[in-house]
C-alpha cells in the first residue's frame, strides 16, 4: 500500500511526510518541484529509507502524475502542493494561479483517469484528500463565531482566491465525476520546519540575529494557531475514517492577535536564550499593514472532533515553547535554508514598509 503527496518537500508537506511514515509506515511517492520553500534537508533523516520515494516534479505535468500513479498505484492521494504566502501573492498572483488552480486541476485530472481503471474493491477504497486554508472564508469580526464548514467563501486576496478556487475543483470533481474527495481547512501552522518568511520563524530568525522585529499595522489581527503534527493527525483521521465528500475544519483552538504572538516569543528567548542587550521585544517594529489584510481567522473543529475524534494534542504554551527549541537547536537547517533568493524577497517586501501612520 502506498500513497502518493503532492508538495511533501514544503513545510506542512515535509512534516506530514515524517509523521505518516513514522506512525503509518506505508511508502510515499513524494512529488515536489523544489520552489523556493521546497526544502530536501528536512526529509534527509529519510535518505536511506525505501519507504519514502522523492520524485521532482510539477503538478501541472499531467504524464508525470498519470505515470506516477500507474507505476506506484496509491491507495490515495494527499494534496499539500501551493504557493501560500499571501505577501507574495500580492507581488505575483501569477504563480498562484497556475499551481493552486491550474495545478490542482492537472492533479484531479490525472487522480480521475487512475481511479477510474481501478478494480471496484480499489475504486471505493481509493481517496483523493486536498488540503485547504480557513483563509478561504474571508475575515472575521470581534465577536463572530468561528468559521465552521458551511461559512460562504470570501476570499480576500490572490492567494486565498486560489485556493477557494481549488476547493471548488474538489468539489465539483466528486460530485461530477465520483471521485471519492476529502477536504480539509486548516488554521495557520507552526512548528519546526517552517519556512522563516512566516510570522513565527521570522519572529525567532530575526530576534536571534538582533534585528527588526516586523510587526503589520497595530499588530492586532487575530489568528488561530495549529502545531503541525497535529495537523498531520488530523489528516491521518480523515484519511482513515473521513466520509467522501465532507469538508473538514482542523484548527488549534488558540486565537491569538500577532503581536501577543510576538511577546510571546520574545519572552521564550528572553528565558532560553538571554541577550545581554536586553529584552528581545525591544526590536519589536511596527511597520505599514499589507494591502487586504483580513482581521481575524477562528476556526471551529467541533465537526472533526465530533465525527472522527480528533482534538489537538497540543496548547499553544507546549507547541510554541517545542518551537523556539527547534529553531535553537537547529541553526544549520535555518543558515541552509536561508538563501540568497530568500534574502532578496525579504528585502523587496519589507524596503518600502514605513511605520503606520
Not at 471496484?120 to 472564508?137: G, L, M, N, Q
Not at 484519511?239 to 484548527?251: D, H, M, R
Not at 492577535?257 to 517594529?285: F, H, K, M, Q
Amino acid at each position: 500500500m502506498t500513497i502518493l503527496v503532492t508538495g511533501g518537500a514544503g513545510f506542512i508537506g515535509a512534516n506530514f511526510v515524517l509523521d505518516w511514515i513514522e506512525n503509518v509506515g506505508e511508502p510515499v511517492v513524494n512529488v515536489d518541484a523544489l520552489t523556493y520553500a521546497g526544502n530536501l534537508r528536512t526529509l534527509m533523516s529519510l535518505d536511506c529509507d525505501p519507504r519514502h520515494i522523492f520524485v521532482h516534479g510539477d503538478i501541472c505535468d499531467g504524464a508525470l502524475l498519470g505515470s506516477l500513479m500507474v507505476r506506484h498505484k496509491p491507495r490515495a492521494v494527499v494534496h499539500f502542493a501551493a504557493e501560500s504566502h499571501v505577501d507574495r501573492s500580492i507581488h505575483g498572483p501569477a504563480e498562484f494561479i497556475r499551481t493552486n488552480v491550474t495545478g490542482t486541476f492537472s492533479l484531479l485530472e490525472s487522480a480521475r483517469a487512475y481511479w477510474q481503471g481501478l478494480d471496484a474493491i480499489s475504486k471505493e477504497k481509493f481517496r483523493f484528500h486536498h488540503v485547504s486554508t480557513d483563509e478561504v472564508y474571508g475575515s472575521l469580526l470581534s465577536g463572530e463565531p468561528p468559521f465552521a464548514e458551511t461559512r460562504v467563501y470570501e476570499p480576500n486576496s490572490p492567494y486565498s482566491a486560489s485556493k477557494a478556487a481549488s476547493d471548488h475543483l474538489v468539489r465539483a470533481w466528486h460530485h461530477t465525476y465520483g471521485l471519492p474527495t476529502t477536504i480539509s481547512n486548516c488554521s495557520n501552522n507552526y512548528g519546526p520546519y517552517h519556512f522563516p518568511e512566516k510570522l513565527i520563524p521570522l519572529m525567532i530568525i530575526n530576534a536571534l540575529a538582533g534585528k527588526p522585529l516586523p510587526v503589520y499595522g497595530d499588530g492586532q489581527q487575530i489568528r488561530d494557531w495549529l502545531y503541525v503534527a497535529d495537523h498531520c493527525s488530523a489528516i491521518r483521521a480523515v484519511l482513515a475514517e473521513g466520509k467522501v465528500g465532507e469538508v473538514y475544519n482542523v484548527g488549534g483552538w488558540n486565537e491569538k492577535p500577532n503581536l501577543d504572538i510576538v511577546n510571546t516569543i520574545c519572552a521564550l528567548l528572553d528565558e532560553l536564550r538571554p541577550d545581554a542587550a536586553g529584552s528581545y521585544s525591544r526590536l519589536i517594529t511596527y511597520v505599514q499593514d499589507r494591502p487586504g489584510h483580513d482581521r481575524r481567522y477562528a476556526i471551529d473543529a467541533r465537526k472533526i472532533e465530533r465525527e472522527l475524534g480528533w482534538r489537538p494534542a497540543e496548547t499553544f504554551e507546549t507547541g510554541i515553547h517545542k518551537t523556539v527549541r527547534w529553531y535553537l537547536d537547529n541553526q544549520e537547517w535555518v543558515d541552509n535554508v536561508q538563501s540568497g533568493a530568500y534574502r532578496d524577497w525579504m528585502a523587496k517586501n519589507y524596503a518600502d514598509r514605513t511605520a503606520p501612520p
